[in-house]
């Protein structure tokens, strides 16, 4: 923020489930403590605005919650802007690799503005009008494999263009006989995890795990991988790679199909436990 306040870069930041301190309402966020300083910034933490840049019209909307609902609510309806610019959770859209949200808002409730960017998930994702721009950078493991950057807008010729970051927080490794030194790739500051196959040299071994410790990883860890079995080319010909269905569409669709008590409270709770389970 040192940077852009030099470079005389105005920053409008809308405060979301992060940077609010309670559930229930945004009054008191992080935004206000840390970016106060900062003349260039703009913190809209409550009530949508709507403001006109180069030409375009964009409405900020900050996390909905029980406090802002109905008057914020009222006001997207109302509003005319280009762009939508929030931090919202609508149901459908992936919120990372493998678990996509049950318990949100509707898209069709925003589906008269030409675009709808969005925060909150971390997985970059598009349906129509709506584009969740996804995480700039990993934050958990479960960020690992996904692309993250951040996006330029155009408004002269109405393109968002996304800046991929190239730096990971995440490594998985795969480790067989006949790997050296060599073989360790730079993990200063990432999280390591070393999916082990074959390991019948055990000297060689430790001197690859030594070596990637002397990188000076945030953490390593190592994963025993046992070989059951291996699938012949036909086999996976066989499988239907774009309808595999991903866990928490499969946890979804059981209790829609075998719980009849509370489906939905049993719902939120397994997705829960999975996300957690995943982190």
């Known amino acids: 923020f040192d940077r ?3 470079e005389g870069i105005q920053v409008i930041a809308i405060v979301g489930n992060h940077t609010a301190y309670y559930e229930d309402t945004n009054s008191l966020h992080t935004l206000d403590h840390v970016l106060s300083d900062y003349d260039n910034v703009q913190v809209i933490h409550d009530i949508p605005k709507e403001i006109e840049i180069y030409g375009k019209s964009f409405l900020f909307l900050p ?11 009222e006001i997207v309806a109302e509003s005319r802007a280009d762009i939508l610019c929030s931090h919202l959770q609508l149901k459908g859209f992936v919120m990372h690799r493998g678990s996509v949200c049950v318990n949100g808002m509707d898209a069709k409730d925003f589906s008269h503005f030409d675009r709808v960017w969005s925060g909150h998930f971390h997985s970059p994702s598009s349906e129509n009008n709506v584009h969740y721009l996804g995480s700039p950078t990993e934050t958990t493991w479960a960020d690992y494999g996904d692309v993250k950057g951040f996006h330029v807008y155009t408004p002269e010729t109405d393109n968002l263009e996304m800046i ?6 995440h490594r998985r490794i795969r480790y067989n006989d006949g790997m050296t030194i060599l073989d360790v790739p730079d993990v200063e500051g ?11 040299d055990v000297e060689a071994f430790r001197d690859f795990m030594d070596a990637i410790y002397a990188k000076q990883p945030a953490d390593v860890k190592t994963h025993e991988i046992s070989k059951i079995g291996v699938l012949s080319d036909s086999s996976l010909e066989a499988i239907d790679i774009e309808n ?5 569409k499969a946890i979804v ?10 489906p939905e409270k049993v719902k939120a709770k397994l997705l829960k436990y999975y996300k957690e389970a995943i982190n």
């Open 244 to 248: 595999v269905e991903d866990t928490s």
């Open 190 to 200: 990432q999280f390591v995890i070393v999916d082990v196959e074959t390991k019948d």
């Open 164 to 169: 991929i970051n190239p730096f990971g927080l």
């Open 253 to 262: 669709r059981y209790i829609e199909e075998k719980v009849e008590r509370n």
């Open 4 to 6: 852009l306040k030099a």
């Open 63 to 73: 996390w909905i919650n029980v406090s802002n609902r109905d008057r914020a609510m």
